[in-house]
């Protein structure tokens, strides 16, 4: 994301961003320092060229939101503790991906949805 990253005009989120969408987990953690939120990977720690060269790990993953949505909480989640690859066939978690987990309330009333 352009917001983790500024020196890279990264298309996408500038897109979303102009077209009135917030990324709320940057609504909730605004300093990428302090809160990286990394997606990719939590099995992807090395290279799969075998150079053993670690994966870049980034924050890959949005929950995108605009029109009246207030951010409460948002944070990223896996299951369990993923072996990496090779190796992920009994893992918990079915993705190469963290997911974005995101609390809204709406309106005034400040349910959460």
């Known amino acids: ?33 302090a809160a990286p939120g990394h997606t990719w990977s939590p099995v992807h720690t090395e290279h799969e060229d075998g150079s053993g060269r670690p994966e870049p790990q980034d924050r890959i993953d949005f929950v995108l939101h605009r029109g009246g949505l207030t951010v409460l909480d948002s944070r990223t989640h896996v299951s369990g503790t993923p072996r990496t690859w090779p190796d992920v066939e009994d893992n918990d978690w079915p993705s190469d991906h963290a997911a974005v987990i995101t609390t809204f309330s709406l309106g005034n009333g400040g349910t959460p949805v």
């Not at 352009?2 to 996408?12: G, I, Q």
């Not at 102009?18 to 909730?28: H, I, L, M, V």
């Open 1 to 33: 994301s352009h917001l983790d990253r500024p020196e890279v005009a990264w298309p996408v989120t500038r897109a979303a961003e102009a077209a009135g969408f917030a990324d709320s987990y940057r609504e909730a953690y605004p300093d990428p320092a």
